[in-house]
């Protein structure tokens, strides 16, 4: 798993190797976090499969197809703000 943070959020990225087929499917989670908090708030995002029907060659691809659906949906307005460029 791979943890990061966009401005006010934690963004907790992974990937999981599909038994069938051998590729890996694209998972992600934003949690709210409050600028002098350690631990993080409510689930903004609960983790689950961000790239539905989307098998990845790779753990990194699909790590980084997680990421680029995160910012994704943060930058589509369903997050209060944003600090990400």
Same mark, same amino acid.
């Given at each position: 798993?791979?943890? $990061? *943070?966009? +401005?006010?959020?934690? !963004? &907790?990225? /992974?990937? *999981?190797?599909?038994?069938? =087929? ?10 709210? #976090? $409050?600028? @002098?908090?350690? !631990?993080?708030? @409510? ?6 499969? #961000? #790239?539905? &029907?989307? !098998?990845? &060659?790779? $753990?990194?691809?699909?790590?980084? +197809?997680?990421? &680029? @659906? @995160?910012?994704?949906?943060?930058? /589509? +307005? =369903?997050?209060?703000?944003? +600090? #990400?460029?």
């Amino acid at each position: 798993m791979h943890t $990061e *943070r966009l +401005g006010h959020f934690e !963004v &907790e990225l /992974s990937a *999981r190797q599909m038994i069938h =087929n051998g590729g890996w499917a694209a998972f992600a989670a934003i949690h709210a #976090v $409050e600028a @002098a908090a350690e !631990v993080p708030a @409510a689930a903004v995002f609960p983790r689950q499969w #961000v #790239v539905d &029907e989307t !098998v990845f &060659e790779s $753990e990194a691809a699909a790590i980084a +197809g997680a990421r &680029e @659906a @995160a910012i994704a949906f943060l930058k /589509s +307005g =369903n997050s209060p703000s944003l +600090g #990400v460029a």
